[in-house]
């Protein structure tokens, strides 16, 4: 049986995830620590290489903020950093000689953000394309070694990604992904004979709406 | 019964895409006009959509050349632009409408040169990347329409693409990508819910061999 | 006195970079044949090459539609990607013996549009994203010969390029750039010890207008 | 007279900078505070924008690792994060008011390695090419408050960057660049009429050499 770590696997995109590799027969290694937390995460990364090795690691976990780029928190800022860009990248750097005894692959969840420029998105973006970059520069070291790496870039996700931001996507046909479908093509990833390096998703028509009490 | 245009549809990628397409029920129209004469193509074309639907077309036909760029011919330069970038471009102008009523898809094969910048590669990555950011923007313009654009962009993939060029994939495993793999993820981009904008898929290793005679 | 070549010297920013040339003391030796007509242009420049080297050459003429691309006509789909891209990538191929004597330079004036995805732009930014990353990737098989490849990608820029198009800068301060500005990069590309390979200019402030009767 | 904060004042790249910058009349502030120490630089900001504005903000500061990445300290980690994107980030926040009221200037030295992927670089590339996408991004956001934002992307630059690295450029002519060029180029910035946005300035040949005793 593989061994797979999921973070954000409490909801959204990362719990449909679990679901899918559930079914594929992975057993998924739940990890407690707070992203943000680097020393217990590593504490508890460590701890449990001991009697695991891993052969499949995603990274889900991720915030959005999207205002005038002064209006944001310092604290905000280096959540979104954190938890987007950080945790990602330590989580790799743990996990990275476990991976190559496997020969397993390392997922990233990125954003269609980490693609284009789209106004007040740019500390979200800055965090996704830095993401999106690590993992396509890692698969140029890790070809060798036998490890693959893919970022996803998925657009508009129903989750509750929105739940604290000011606009959600439309409830319109076609102008939504769902978190299912994000999870397809993690498992089109698993099973291509070749490494899919990276891979965008979108809604085939774009509308978002305000939230009302913003 | 769906109609697809598959250009290349003759060996490599494009053989094997029209394999799956033919399994899954599409009905191919196989053109018969050489790309690079838009003429009798846009005759062709235009001829066919008197009593077809286009559902889905795509851009599979391509030429690679490798060498000192002032070495090239300027009969090749043109060769590989026209076949390359100027025909998929040509039929997705003459097709457009017709996959507009049957909210059809694109799909532009193109490759990984499109997102780096390998020496000697200097005019192919000028019309893959033409190619790809020719999509991309599109989708931009199609997404009310309905219409799905996506670029796949396949490294080093076993075919007659090379039988002209002085290097090879290795024998070695995973150091090359079968055309039933992209032919396969064309399949997945078919059956998503939403639209898969731009997936790149490479060999885990990378080992190319230089061809005796050359 | 050093030999250039600048394509579109007639009008725009190809005439302002000739008349900063002039007063660098560059020889601008001005073409006279059509760029789609690649066979007189062939011959023009293997004529000049018997007695002359080239040390710069500047790729500028451009073409601009922006339209549903299924309006866009054959002819001038053909007539953008002559011009925008197969004739700056033929010109380097018969100037690029020369360019190594004198240890030249080649700039191409590309477009902001191969930076980014708008509507109604596919088949111009084809054109515009296949010349920047011809040149970057051609700058990765010339570094060792001493050649210089430079990628500009202005913004809006108030020349006649416009013409036939439905819409125009507005004539509002810092909506647009002049052709004066993009030829002061040029003069500092040449000035720069080292090479800047891409350089991305634009108007501070973002407005256009839609032409009357059209 | 105008005010500039310039990150990384003391040494290399930001040194030049600062040189040039005085030479064309501005005030340089130089903070004190380690750019790690987000509360000491909020804090130091914060008291000095009392009685300043400010018209230029360079982030220059960096600091570069290229090893294997499960090799690298989780300590190393988040310096590179903390010094080369959440410091900008962070600054460019505080500093935005002020900015907006002086129409200023955001610079933001990122490197060649936002614009690739190379082995060995993947945490140095994630800080690199997230910093160049945040500018890119924001602008967007600040082209109607009259900010301007530039990206400038060096490759091997003669510093004390190297200092702690297994490699250095080669002493050889044509394979490195000098800080004074990289300063150019900001004084270039600052002088052109339109905002300068990317900007990617190379060494015309390639060649490092490794350090002894590593």
């Known amino acids: 049986m593989k061994n797979a770590i999921v973070t954000g696997y409490s909801s959204g995109i990362g719990k449909a995830i679990c679901d899918e590799l559930i079914e594929d027969n992975y057993n998924i290694i739940y990890l407690s620590s707070r992203l943000e937390d680097t020393k217990t995460l590593e ?14 690691l995603i990274n889900c976990a991720g915030v ?3 205002q005038p780029h002064e209006e944001i928190s310092i604290s905000k800022i280096k959540e979104l950093i954190d938890i987007n860009l950080t945790a990602p990248i330590i989580l790799v750097n743990l996990l990275l000689r476990s991976l190559k005894k496997t020969k397993g692959h390392i997922i990233n969840i990125s954003s269609v953000e ?26 140029e070291e890790l070809r060798k070694s036998g490890v693959g790496v893919t970022t996803i870039n998925p657009d508009l996700t129903v989750t509750n990604f929105f739940d604290d931001l000011q606009f959600e996507p439309s409830t319109k ?3 939504y992904l769902l978190p299912e479908t994000i999870a397809k093509t993690v498992v089109t990833v698993l099973y291509t004979k070749g490494v899919i390096t990276d891979l965008t998703v979108r809604p085939q028509k774009f509308e978002i709406q305000k939230k009302k009490g913003f």
């Open 173 to 175: 046909e076609e102008t």
């Open 64 to 66: 959005g903020v999207f």
């Open 43 to 56: 504490f508890e990364v460590k701890d449990l290489l001991k009697n695991n090795d891993i052969d499949l």
């Open 114 to 139: 980490a693609t284009k420029h789209s106004k007040f998105s740019a500390l979200y973006t800055a965090t996704k394309s830095g993401l999106r970059d690590f993992s396509l520069t890692l698969f």
